[in-house]
Structure formats: C-alpha cells, structure tokens
C-alpha cells in the first residue's frame, strides 16, 4: 500500500469525515482547526450551564445510511431519535412544522389557503421569466405563499430582494419549491421527514466522537492551528499555521473558498483574487437568553417570517434531546441574519437580549425574563447567491482545480447551502476517492461533486 502524507484544513463534519477515512486508510493525516473545539459551525458549547449549538441543528434520517450507522455506533445510546414538534408563526397564526394538512386546515390565516390552493391550480400557467428566486418561487408555487411567506424570510435570511437572488438559492434553500412538491411534503410529514438524530450532550458530539475515532486511527488534530499561508511547492505544500508549520503532498481544504486563494503563495491570479470578492456570506448573529425555568414551551423550534422582527427562529436546545441538562434553567437561542458592521452586528448584548423578548412579546409568547443574555457573533453563516456569482465561484474552482494536490468541499469549501450530513457525505466520498493505494481517482470525485451539486438544506 503507498501511503500519502495529507493535511485538512478544518475540523468540521467534511473535515472530520475526510481525515477520519484517510486514516483508517493508512495515510498520514493532518487535520488543522482554528477553534479550540472540533465541529465549526456544526460545534456544541454550554451557555448558564446548558449545552448549546449554533443555532439549530439536527442529524437528518435522509442521511446516507453507512454514514449513519457508523455515526450511531461511535455514539451508541447517546444518538436520540427524536420527533420533530416546531412551528411557524404565519401572520398572527401558528402552523405545525413540518407541515401536516389537518393542522393547515385549522389553523392557516383567513383565505391563505384558498388563495394558495387557487394558485396552486393555475401553476400550469406561471413559467419563469428568469432564473431568479424570485421567479422560481413564484412559478412554482405563485404569489400567495411567495409574498406571504417565503418573501419576507428571505429578505431577512439573506438581506436582498427576491429579484436579486440567483435561482440556485430557490433550488438550494427550498425543497417544496413547486406545488406538487409542496403537497408531497405535506402528505409525507408523518414519516421520515417528521424524525431527526440528535445526541444527549448536544450536536457537537457527533463531532467531539468523531474527532476522537480519527485520533484512534492515527490523525494528528491540531486545534488552535488556525491557517496563515499556504506555500505550494513541488510535489506538495507547506503550510503555515498558528500551531507550527506542516508539510504535505496533498491539501484538503473547507475553509472559505475566497479565504484560502487569498492564503495562498504564490498568489492566484488577480482575476481570481476579483473573483474572491464576488462571493460574500451572511452574517449571523445568535443571541441567547437564560431562563430561569425548566421549560419555556414544548416545542423544538419557532420560526418566524414575519416582517416586524429581523429574528428568524427561536430554537430551545434542551428540547431536542433527553440530556444532563440542570434542573430548573433552559436557554433560548434567537438567529438574526445580518451584515457584519451593520446596526444589528454592532447593537449591544442587552439591546439584541431585548430585541428577542420584544419578538417573544409579538407572538404572544410568554415573557422570558431572562437571568443572563449572550450573544455569539458569526461573521460568515450562509452563502448569499446574488446575482452574478456564479461567475465568481466558478473562476475560483478553477482555479483550485489547476492547483496539483488541492481539494475544497464543504460548505464554505464549495459556496454551498447544504446540511452537516451533506458535509460529512463530501468528507466520505473524498477519502474514497483518495484510497489506500494512495491514488486519487478523478472520476469519481467528479461523480460525487455532481451529486452534491443536487442537496437541497433540510430546515
């Protein structure tokens, strides 16, 4: 067998996935991570005592099947298998999520539902004029669910106007993106889609159990190793790092796509240095409140189109799991999309703390009364598909294609909308491709970018 000496940058889902594999393999593997934790985005970390995430996750049963057992063996008893009991606050009602078409029939707002059923009728008739979101949506699925709802969460999940939206955002983002895909969701809530995974002591675990399985294969993980410059050379890399300087023959890289050519030596091209510009990602800003009560409701999570509030969901993370978690104290977790420097981005801790109870008010939610408020800051969240950047994101994989050795993928590493399975997936079919004859079979990995290219982000 030949072996490969491989660095990763990140320890996310991908990351974690791909250096697990590569090791079990026989390869030489080098995982570097910023934080001080595994699992990026992904991660888990306590808040008043409770575990929390950054925001809401979930491990989805559409998760591929290998991948989910070896998941369920590392964590054994500790992966739950959960229903899912969320909402949607939808101009003053609330609606069950996911959606089951009893409660749709009780509880949707006056005339909401002959308006959408009218136009689901006449879709027949609606063809987008561009390959817009906006003009996707309301082919699809016409304008009474596209100004109703959809409208109004994407201008708040992405801070443009649907018209400014690339149409892969509608076929990345939406996946009841037409009528009859809509009902099928509907009709199918009682199965799969109504179940998730999720661990005792929060999502990170899946990470923190997969970090150490790739430990125990032979991976070097190096937290706190956030990277500094890439020097490509011949036959391989030398990567500088907070944590010491590594040498490799191949580099796998989901870190941002944007961030890593502006890392590297020599320097990219400058169209391709323009081209980095031309990918931006939405801010995030997770606020937290600790209340002083074993539960605040019984569901898992709140979402919240409404135009009124910049807060897009309230998730309850003790919820979601059967856990450790103290007696007598829950936490909250409101998601704002910003931009970084903007007025929600610089607002104060207490004022965004304040901005949630004020949203909790609206909805007629009981007052929180929160011991303590905290509030992460995420610069880079979501990709945002503007028009035009498709152009960007192509001239950059272009040029991490030329680069011998070079691999992105996950979410930030290809500019996508995916899930943490989605990741772990990529992660998986890299190392595969990779093998333990130390090869890297091409066709393969084209295959898989191929089908990454079709995931559609489970809320």
Request: charged share 25%.
């Amino acid at each position: 067998m030949t072996s490969r000496t491989l660095t990763i940058l990140g320890a996310g889902p991908g990351g974690l996935g791909a250096g697990y594999r590569a090791a079990l393999a026989g390869h030489e593997v080098t995982i570097l991570e910023r934080a001080a934790r595994s699992g990026g985005l992904a991660g888990s970390f306590e808040v008043g005592g409770v575990m929390v995430d950054h925001g809401s996750h979930r491990l989805h049963p559409a998760t591929e099947p290998r991948l989910l057992e070896e998941l369920k063996r590392l964590l054994g008893g500790d992966l739950q298998e959960r229903r899912r009991h969320g909402r949607i606050y939808l101009e003053g009602r609330w609606i069950a999520f996911p959606l089951q078409a009893a409660d749709l029939l009780r509880n949707l707002p006056p005339g909401f539902a002959l308006a959408a059923g009218r136009d689901a009728v006449l879709s027949w008739t609606r063809k987008p004029k561009e390959d817009t979101f906006s003009d996707l949506l309301l082919a699809g699925l016409g304008p009474t669910m596209c100004d109703r709802f959809y409208f109004p969460y994407a201008r708040k999940l992405w801070g443009l106007e649907p018209s400014q939206i690339d149409g892969e955002q509608a076929r990345r983002r939406v996946s009841g993106n037409g009528a009859g895909k809509l009902l099928r969701k509907v009709r199918g809530s009682g199965r799969v889609g109504a179940s998730f995974y999720y661990p005792r002591r929060g999502f990170g675990q899946l990470w923190d159990e997969l970090a150490a399985a790739a430990a125990r294969a032979g991976a070097d993980i190096r937290m706190e190793s956030g990277v500094r410059r890439v020097e490509q050379r011949p036959g391989g890399f030398r990567i500088q790092a907070a944590g010491g300087v590594f040498e490799a023959e191949l580099l796998w890289s989901t870190v941002p796509l944007a961030a890593l050519a502006r890392s590297f030596e020599p320097e990219p091209p400058e169209e391709v240095l323009q081209a980095a510009g031309g990918l931006r990602s939405r801010a995030m800003l997770l606020v937290y409140l600790v209340v002083p009560r074993a539960q605040y409701t019984e569901y898992d999570a709140h979402y919240v189109p409404d135009p009124r509030t910049p807060v897009t969901r309230i998730s309850e993370p003790k919820n979601y799991r059967d856990g450790d978690d103290p007696a007598g104290r829950t936490v909250l977790c409101a998601e704002v999309p910003c931009t970084v420097g903007d007025g929600l981005w610089t607002r104060r801790d207490a004022e965004l703390g304040m901005l949630v109870e004020d949203t909790l008010a609206m909805m007629g939610l009981p007052a929180a009364d929160p011991a303590a408020v905290f509030v992460k800051r995420v610069p880079a969240a979501y990709p945002v598909y503007g028009q035009g950047y498709a152009a960007s994101f192509e001239k950059l994989m272009g040029w991490a294609e030329s680069v011998p050795g070079l691999l992105t993928f996950g979410r930030h590493g290809l500019f996508a909308h995916n899930n943490s399975h989605h990741a772990l997936e990529m992660g998986w079919a890299a190392a595969e491709a990779l093998g333990s004859g130390g090869s890297f079979d091409e066709g393969t990995w084209e295959a898989s970018l191929e089908r990454f290219a079709s995931h559609v982000v489970e809320d």
